[in-house]
């Protein structure tokens, strides 16, 4: 009992130090396609590893059988709207003045 707590203990601590560093990620980022990409990346680790130490919480089969279903589902959607997300972005005027900056700014793109 005491080894599945501290696994579960382990998974809460990663998927916190993943949420950290991504709202850290998100704020010193400067291209918007940077913040999108820490943050789904960091957010779908992040939940992913609360998700795992549930089970290894989970008491029942049928608890543990939903919590699967959940990390499926969130598995699909989390990619599916990040790339909804980024044409949002690059159809935005916004997006056209951030590349024109990052153009001024490096002459390699």
Same mark, same amino acid.
Request: hydrophobic residues 50%.
């Given at each position: ?9 382990? /998974?809460?601590?990663? +998927?916190?130090? /993943? +949420?950290?560093? +991504?709202? !850290?990620? !998100?704020? &010193? ?6 913040? *999108? ?5 960091? +957010?779908?680790?992040?939940? /992913?590893?609360?998700?795992?130490? *549930? ?5 029942? !089969? #049928? *608890?543990?059988?939903?919590? !699967?279903?959940?990390?499926? /589902? ?20 916004? #997006?056209?003045?951030?590349? &024109? ?9």
């Amino acid at each position: 009992m005491i080894f599945k707590e501290v696994l579960a203990f382990i /998974f809460f601590i990663i +998927g916190t130090a /993943f +949420g950290i560093v +991504g709202m !850290i990620g !998100i704020s &010193r980022l400067k291209d918007p396609y940077s913040r *999108l990409h820490v943050g789904s990346l960091c +957010g779908t680790t992040t939940v /992913f590893s609360y998700f795992i130490a *549930l089970l290894v919480l989970s008491p029942s !089969i #049928a *608890l543990t059988f939903r919590i !699967i279903i959940i990390i499926i /589902f969130f598995l699909i959607s989390a990619p599916t709207s990040s790339s909804i997300v980024s044409k949002f972005i690059w159809e935005s005027k916004d #997006a056209d003045d951030q590349r &024109r900056s990052m153009q001024k700014e490096d002459k390699s793109l």
